[in-house]
């Protein structure tokens, strides 16, 4: 693909443009490409803005038709032929091939076709049968595409809001960040899309031209033999004609009896290798991943620690976000609803439906419990221990051993060997899951509990050690 090519290629549908219309910030684009973007954009709401640069354009009606731009790509149309990049000639006419016969891999001028020896067979036109070949790389391209177009219109909506807080403004930072890395994400694999479709073009080009070149060598070993055979032939002397025939008799026959070459055959495309060049599921994990952040950092679940279940010895910051353990005891007030038995603590927040995403960090060397509970919960007694009972799930690290508990109960997770310090914790209602991610460093998934939740269910806490560092702190799904 040549330099000029490059520049008359629509940036959405990486094509030569077809009906280019000029947008104010001086982007081309073709008029229906533009005009599917602007009915996006309308369906969301988001106005109308350039897909490259982002700035704001008043709608369809403003643009102008770039009719200069139109009579270029015409007139490159009109000298350039785009598909012989791969298909050179034909050698049997000399003329530029139209056709391309699958079942024996030819090139096929018209002439050819006239011939009828290619009759029943699955003859293409030399545009669809370059199309095949890049099939396989247009749909990983729309996938890109989609995902593009879903991070970008996400930017948007977050670039465009209105922040009413420092707090809020801070999250919108952390997502906005989450999404540049996304589209970054989705613009190297773009990259990597064209350049292994370069790479296939230059070898089939490279294939094809090595055979045309075998091809067009016996053409002219055989052209040379006939023109001998003719000159000896055209000798009336009978002695001059046997040396003559004594002469051009072994490169005759050499040329005769050789191995006759055939047309140039397009190479196959190799699946396999460009799915595995293009790294399709690392590109998916990771995306997935970005995912998953994005939507924890666009979740603005507030929890804060319910003071009046809070234990004695357990010590809450102002607001209301950080528990620590605490050598003296609060004077709290009393409380049917505070825990008297063990250090623990639950959220003021409950869930009855949906999906929830927390995240909590914890003090190094410390011990601590985290789950979920009804409201049922007992608060004195050995009973009100978390996971000792049907009604509450936890997940504890103590004595260097990480444990899943549930109705007094408990496994010992031993693949998990180094202390979760950054724990997300996920709420499936409906499903019935809770689900422990280790997120500090790199991910890693702890445990998953199943049950039917029947109940409004509440985050809760323990804390079982007495250092410094015996602390817990809400990220609220930060």
């Not at 729309?142 to 809001?161: D, F, G, H, I």
């Not at 996971?387 to 408990?410: D, E, P, T, Y």
Request: glycine letters at 6%; one cysteine or more; proline letters at 3%.
């Amino acid at each position: 693909m040549d330099l000029l090519e490059l520049e008359l290629i629509c940036p959405i549908c990486l094509r030569l443009y077809l009906d280019p219309v000029g947008l104010p910030c001086g982007h081309n684009y073709c008029l229906a490409c533009i005009q599917n973007a602007a009915d996006v954009a309308s369906a969301q709401t988001f106005g109308h803005h350039c897909p490259e640069c982002r700035e704001e354009y008043g709608g369809m009606d403003k643009l102008q038709k770039n009719v200069k731009l139109r009579g270029i790509v015409e007139d490159y149309k009109a000298t350039t032929c785009l598909k012989c990049e791969i298909l050179t000639g034909c050698a049997v006419h000399g003329r530029l091939p139209e056709y391309f016969c699958s079942s024996d891999s030819t090139a096929l001028c018209g002439s050819c076709l006239l011939e009828g020896s290619h009759h029943n067979h699955d003859v293409l036109t030399v545009d669809a049968a370059e199309e095949e070949m890049r099939q396989a790389l247009e749909s990983r391209c729309k996938e890109v595409a989609n995902r593009l177009q879903m991070a970008e219109t996400l930017l948007q909506k977050a670039a465009e809001e209105q922040i009413p807080s420092n707090s809020v403004g801070d999250k919108m930072s952390k997502s906005v960040a989450l999404m540049d890395k996304m589209v970054g994400l989705v613009h190297c694999y773009q990259d990597r899309i064209k350049l292994l479709q370069e790479e296939e073009i230059n070898q089939q080009k490279e294939s094809w031209q090595s055979g045309l070149e075998l091809l067009q060598a016996q053409q002219q070993q055989l052209k040379e033999a006939h023109q001998s055979t003719t000159e000896v032939l055209a000798v009336t002397d009978k002695v001059k004609f046997i040396h003559g025939f004594l002469m051009v008799e072994p490169k005759f026959r050499k040329v005769v009896k050789g191995t006759m070459a055939t047309t140039p055959n397009k190479a196959p495309i190799n699946t396999k290798r460009l799915l595995a060049n293009l790294k399709i599921d690392d590109f998916k994990t990771e995306m997935v991943q970005l995912l998953h952040e994005l939507n924890i950092s666009l979740n603005f679940l507030e929890l804060t620690f319910n003071i009046d279940t809070a234990h004695p010895s357990l010590l809450l910051s102002n607001d209301r976000q950080t528990v620590k353990y605490s050598s003296s005891k609060q004077a709290y007030a009393d409380n049917p609803e505070r825990f008297s038995t063990v250090p623990q603590i639950l959220c003021s927040q409950g869930f009855t439906s949906g999906e929830h995403t927390w995240v909590l960090e914890m003090g190094e060397h410390s011990m601590w419990s985290v789950g979920i509970c009804y409201n049922s919960l007992p608060r004195k007694g050995d009973h009100s221990r978390l996971g000792r009972n049907f009604v509450s799930w936890r997940l504890q690290w103590k004595n260097k051993k990480l444990m899943a508990c549930h109705a007094s109960s408990s496994v010992v997770l031993t693949e998990i060997i180094n202390q979760p310090l950054r724990v997300e914790v996920t709420l499936d209602y409906e499903r019935g899951t809770l689900v422990f991610h280790s997120t500090k460093g790199h991910r890693e998934h702890l445990h998953t509990f199943r049950a039917t939740f029947r109940e409004p269910v509440y985050p809760a806490f323990g804390i079982h050690s007495t250092t410094a560092e015996s602390w817990i702190t809400l990220q609220s799904g930060m």
